[in-house]
Nanobody, 120 residues
């Protein structure tokens, strides 16, 4: 019954910004690590950023200094602020989270993805 829903994707010009949001809902006891992956046409899905339950963060080298991941535990939400966007950032962005449900079992969930297109 747990669901991750992404929002905030869209079409922007190079150098522009977008803020992605991912809200988790359902029978949740605890959200552990949360993060973002992306998949560009013809490429494998790659890790973009992760934030742990202790708010430690890790970024792919390609986005470091431009993207910022954060979380709001009260809202069960993770964010990805993307600045100085480049055409190579174009991809479907997927939210992911390790969530402990009411049965005390931990599962790895994925959102349905949101399209980000960077083009002039």
């Amino acid at each position: 019954q747990v669901q991750l829903v992404e929002s905030g994707g869209g079409f922007v010009q190079p150098g522009g910004s977008l803020n992605l949001s991912c809200a988790a809902s359902g029978s949740i006891l605890r959200l552990n690590a949360m993060g973002w992956y992306r998949q560009a046409p013809g490429k494998q899905r790659e890790l973009v950023a992760i934030v742990t339950s202790g708010s430690s963060t890790n970024y792919a080298d390609s986005v470091k200094g431009r993207f910022t991941i954060s979380r709001d535990n009260a809202k069960n939400t993770v964010y990805l602020q993307m600045n100085s966007l480049k055409p190579e950032d174009t991809a479907v962005y997927y939210c992911t989270a390790k969530i402990v449900v009411i049965t005390y079992m931990e599962y790895h969930y994925w959102g349905q993805g949101t399209q980000v297109t960077v083009s002039s």
